[in-house]
């Protein structure tokens, strides 16, 4: 088994009562306030630049770089909102961080508040995980009472408020524009850019947002350096992230490694796909990336190489399919997901992923044509681009990567009027696209 983990974030995890206050502060936990609160602002922002950070919510834009748009003469306050609104179908990393080790994702708000010169900042968590919730409050009152929180932090004269809001439980929030709504008492629906939030965000201030990851990972940045972080990932993707493995491997669950490890490794690390079976598909980022296959083993992790395989690295949230799962039935619930959660703001996304869902239904029963598949790739043509927000793009990709590689399958059920799909052979249609892969 390859020695490729680099637990930073996840190191807690196995720590007796590990989201305390106490069980935090003996791991060397909010030792990056007096360090941060030693450096100017702009040095901090500098430091993260220096370090490679890139956003963990998955569009992967460089965190420093997005602290330094907030334009400092601007005399509305400073605002930071950290997006925890974690909802897309195969992502499941922020959850879990917030409920093993809280305490790391408070310190990064007060390093990253104090950086950006915000005295307010919003921890927005998805509103279906009440006990997240709870645990995230009890970690900022003990933040509070251990004098880490409020004013005068450690004697420094920072003052800082944080407010743990509790989303309402629309995947749309996830979209950073309507998390700022949502946060306002609006419905949750993306707003029109620009202007962007780091000009005209939470209440018309300046506001940075960013994922749990991101935030979570600036502590140990300040505390180990920049050049630290910097040395592990890739050359343009730096650093460590947290890989959520789920689906047909023997032992899903999350994996940190440094960025740039391959799907072959992490199955190497999970024990492989479950005994007896063949890696079929996967995604590399949850459901709203495009999927890859098992030629795709070898891709590094990292923005740029799942980018140049056709896909998007995204949250890291690997879903693993063997040779027993049809394609189409897949791609079908991803997209009634995406129909459902569509705010209806625009045209594109409210109409194109209701007809998505009849035309993929439609295949799915054996019913219809083999121009119903070309009618797909146009129907998700005419919405990638033209959505208000990333929802739509995102309902598109699976069906248009899933043709690219199993056609094939598609045509099956045309065929056999119906799902042919039987989960006794060990290859579905032939597909030259399943091979072994287990440890």
């Not at 929180?149 to 309507?178: F, K, M, P, Q, R």
């Not at 703001?345 to 083999?370: F, H, M």
Request: aromatic residues 8%.
């Amino acid at each position: 088994m390859p020695d490729t983990l680099t637990p930073v974030l996840t190191d807690m995890w196995d720590v007796d009562r590990a989201w305390t206050l106490p069980a935090y502060e003996a791991k060397g936990g909010y030792q990056s306030l007096d360090k941060a609160f030693a450096m100017k602002q702009d040095d901090v922002i500098a430091a993260v630049k220096d370090s490679g950070l890139r956003g963990r919510g998955g569009a992967g834009f460089p965190t420093g770089m997005k602290w330094s748009f907030i334009p400092q003469d601007n005399p509305r306050p400073k605002y930071l909102v950290v997006n925890a609104d974690e909802s897309e179908p195969g992502t499941c990393k922020d959850i879990p961080l917030m409920m093993g080790n809280p305490h790391v994702l408070v310190e990064g708000v007060i390093v990253s508040s104090y950086a950006i010169r915000a005295n307010k900042a919003f921890i927005y968590i998805r509103g279906e995980v009440l006990h997240v919730i709870r645990r995230v409050q009890a970690a900022v009152a003990e933040a509070y009472a251990a004098g880490h929180l409020g004013t005068n932090i450690h004697g420094s004269g920072y003052d800082l408020d944080v407010v743990v809001h509790a989303g309402a439980g629309a995947y749309i929030c996830g979209e950073e524009t309507a998390l700022l709504e949502g946060l306002e008492g609006r419905r949750g629906q993306p707003r029109l850019r620009p202007p962007f939030p780091a000009v005209a965000g939470l209440y018309a201030s300046p506001t940075v947002i960013n994922n749990v990851e991101s935030i979570a990972s600036v502590p140990s940045i300040i505390t180990n350096g920049a050049k630290w972080f910097a040395s592990m990932g890739t050359e343009k993707s730096k650093g460590f992230g947290i890989f959520s493995l789920s689906g047909h491997v023997q032992k899903p669950g999350q994996y940190e490694a440094p960025l740039g490890i391959t799907l072959r490794e992490l199955l190497d690390l999970a024990g492989g796909i479950r005994e007896g079976h063949d890696l079929k598909f996967w995604t590399p980022g949850g459901s709203s990336t495009p999927l890859l296959t098992a030629e795709h083993l070898d891709v590094p992790l990292d923005f740029e190489g799942v980018g140049a395989a056709g896909s998007m690295l995204g949250t890291r949230a690997l879903q693993i399919f063997d040779e027993t799962v049809c394609v189409v039935r897949a791609v079908l619930r991803w997209t009634e997901f995406y129909k459902h959660e569509s705010c209806g703001k625009c045209t594109p996304c409210r109409e194109g992923t209701w007809w998505l869902v009849q035309t993929l239904a439609r295949l799915e029963k054996g019913q219809g044509t083999e121009a119903d598949l070309d009618l797909l790739l146009d129907q998700c043509d005419n919405i990638l681009g033209r959505s208000f927000c990333a929802l739509g793009d995102g309902a598109t990709s699976p069906i248009s990567s899933s043709i690219q590689y199993f056609r094939d399958e598609y045509l099956a059920h045309l065929t056999h009027g119906g799902c042919p799909f039987d989960p006794a052979r060990s290859t579905v249609f032939g597909s030259a696209s399943t091979v072994e892969v287990s440890a």
